[in-house]
């Protein structure tokens, strides 16, 4: 199979998984398939840098409410943290490199090593984001479904180990499989001619890498969220009728049901808070993923345009997190306006500023 420097150099915009094979006429004899003016070149650059320094600092700011305020620190909390952590670590070692390959017309002049760890970096933090997500449900399922079982066994020390958990695994799927090559299992000899430029950076997958990969990384992951949801909804509406039964019976531990059911509530709000990130992280790799089954089966053949609009919807997911807590969560939205208007500085008091419950089992729920 014989490819020139040309077809070559429609592979060098993959961060994370194969690009195309056939661009069209999206390329001209002489160069890459993208060839932006200074113009271009500068417009485009400026956005995305500024995409990158908005998702660094909305991620610090969710680092720091909770760290700040006190009652901010609970145990769902850590997993947001640890989850703001990773879109950070997006925004810092992942994103830079896509907008070098957009700014240098998909040149690429860091070497082999960094266009490697360019990929493990992306499929890393990625993966993390999800297991994070995936925790924060399981999480949820038992303070709503098994509120004994929650209060008695959950504390820090498990959820610590479950969030070490969320960052060592997905190294399985990222640097080991990359750095070994285990990726280029049959495809060795495409892999080989697209790579023979020292100035592109190529990435390709075999079947069966995209397969295990994308299940584990994504669709396992999703499906569990969706069986998780449904079942604390469900979980969710019983006890609402069993409460709602005991006080129209105008039972005697009518104050110890009002507190059952404010709890209740709160927990309740949380769990779909949770859902709208988990839906909106969902919606935002969704095509992407959909991209990286369907293209090593139809010999790489899905264009340049529409790969990186993929790979950048994805990106931005660890953009939007931040105001996704803003919106829905009335104790973020709070600490925000607090720290952006320098609220310690000017003497203000946190328990004047922040209306967090006093339960604080969860904080996503106000």
Not at 12 to 24: C, G, I
Not at 53 to 79: A, D, E, P, Q, W
Not at 81 to 108: C, E, H, K, R
Not at 188 to 198: A, K, R, T, V, W
């Amino acid at each position: 199979m014989k490819m020139d420097k040309e077809i070559a150099l429609k592979y060098n915009a993959s961060l994370r998984t194969s690009y195309n094979a056939t661009f069209l006429n999206q390329f001209d004899s002489n160069g890459a398939p993208i060839n932006y003016t200074r113009t271009e070149t500068l417009i485009i650059g400026i956005i995305l840098c500024c995409l990158i320094l908005l998702t660094i600092l909305g991620n610090l700011l969710v680092i720091v409410s909770v760290v700040t305020f006190r009652k901010l620190r609970t145990l769902t909390n850590y997993f947001v943290i640890s989850l703001a952590i990773a879109d950070t670590l997006v925004a810092v070692l992942v994103m830079p490199f896509g907008v070098y390959q957009q700014v240098t017309n998909l040149q690429w002049g860091l070497g082999a090593v960094a266009c490697k760890l360019s990929t493990c970096f992306d499929i890393y933090f990625s993966t993390s984001s999800i297991f994070h997500l995936s925790c924060l449900a399981l999480d949820r399922y038992f303070a709503i479904c098994k509120p004994f079982f929650y209060t008695e066994h959950i504390s820090k020390t498990p959820i610590l180990i479950i969030i070490g958990l969320c960052w060592i695994i997905p190294s399985f799927i990222s640097f080991l499989p990359i750095l070994n090559g285990w990726n280029l299992f049959g495809i060795e000899s495409i892999y080989e001619e697209l790579n023979s430029d020292e100035g592109i950076c190529v990435f390709i997958v075999n079947i069966p890498f995209s397969l295990v990969c994308s299940s584990i990384a994504f669709y396992v992951p999703v499906v569990f969220m969706i069986v998780v949801n449904s079942k604390i909804y469900s979980a969710a509406r019983r006890q609402a009728r069993q409460i709602q039964s005991l006080q129209i019976m105008d039972s005697p531990n009518k104050s110890n049901l009002d507190r059952r059911h404010k709890h209740m509530k709160a927990e309740t709000k949380a769990a779909k808070t949770l859902s709208i990130i988990m839906g909106v992280f969902s919606l935002c790799w969704f095509p992407f993923f959909i991209f990286n089954v369907l293209d090593v089966f139809i010999g790489y053949q899905i264009p340049y345009v529409p790969w990186t609009i993929v790979l950048w919807l994805g990106w931005v997911n660890s953009t939007i997190n931040p105001f996704l807590y803003y919106w829905f969560n009335q104790n973020f939205r709070n600490a925000y306006r607090m720290i952006i208007s320098c609220g310690h500085c000017k003497g203000y008091r946190q328990r004047d500023t922040l209306s967090i419950s006093a339960t604080g089992v969860s904080n996503l729920s106000e």
